[in-house]
């Protein structure tokens, strides 16, 4: 039973955008704070940005200024706008709901130089 699912992930060049999306179950989006997740190959899984119910986001500083987290409560979804792409930033990409705990299966993003 899937309750988040990411999409948007490809291959862009450096200096490129992605824009991601997390389509959520409307039960475990509403009123809830959500966030993204990275994890690149060889290493833990990161957060990258979080956004609560009423708007206030928070950023890892490495994606700060490049990266816009969004959400439309209406459509239950969560985005991820990544601009001025880095090859550092390559990694499957995380849809998370705080309060349950939940997370997306992931969306790979490749950015190459």
């Known amino acids: 039973q899937v309750q988040l699912v990411e999409s948007g992930g490809g291959l862009v060049q450096a200096g490129g955008s992605l824009r991601l999306s997390c389509a959520a179950s409307?039960?475990?989006?509403?009123?809830?704070?959500m966030a993204w997740y990275r994890q690149a190959p060889g290493n833990k899984r990161e957060f990258v940005a979080s956004i609560t119910s009423g708007g206030k986001t928070n950023y890892v500083d490495s994606v700060k200024g490049r990266f816009t987290i969004s959400r439309d409560n209406a459509r239950s979804s969560l985005y991820l706008q990544m601009n001025s792409l880095k090859p550092e930033d390559t990694g499957v990409y995380y849809c998370?709901?705080?309060?349950?705990?939940?997370w997306g299966q992931g969306t790979q993003v490749t950015v190459s130089s």
């Open positions: 998370y709901v705080l309060t349950y705990s939940v």
């Open positions: 409307r039960s475990i989006f509403s009123g809830n704070s």
